[in-house]
């Protein structure tokens, strides 16, 4: 069974920090590019960032670009979400995905496997 588990959300201020990680199990990952989606309450859910299989690209969302970085190991079937400067609108559950065609404006029709979703909540 493909699970992909995600840890590492919660309460912080504007301007603060947090690291979002995700681990895969159930398969070998490490041919697939991954990324996170998130999902505001009222908005549609909407793509964030996305790393290639070997890691040698990365693509972000324009309201990101410059706070978050996305990275992965591997070795140990995880992708990672640092977020910076985090602001109030950056409020949301963050997803996990795996398995789609990294460009930018990813649809979330195209994703093959989704995680459970992280609270993100930025207070002001």
């Known amino acids: 069974q493909v699970q992909l588990v995600e840890s590492g959300g919660g309460l912080v201020q504007a301007g603060g920090s947090l690291r979002l990680s995700c681990a895969a199990s159930g398969r070998t990952f490490s041919s697939y590019s991954m990324g996170w989606f998130r999902q505001a309450p009222g908005q549609e859910r909407e793509f964030v960032a996305g790393i290639s299989w070997i890691g040698d690209i990365t693509i972000y969302a324009d309201s990101v670009k410059g706070r978050f970085t996305i990275s992965r190991d591997s070795a140990k079937n995880a992708v990672y979400l640092e977020m910076n400067s985090l602001k109030p609108e950056d409020t949301a559950i963050y997803y996990c995905?795996?398995?789609?065609?990294?460009?930018?404006?990813?649809?979330?029709?195209?994703?093959?496997?989704w995680g459970q979703g992280a609270q993100v909540t930025v207070s002001s």
């Open positions: 995905v795996a398995d789609f065609r990294l460009r930018p404006q990813v649809s979330r029709y195209e994703i093959g496997y």
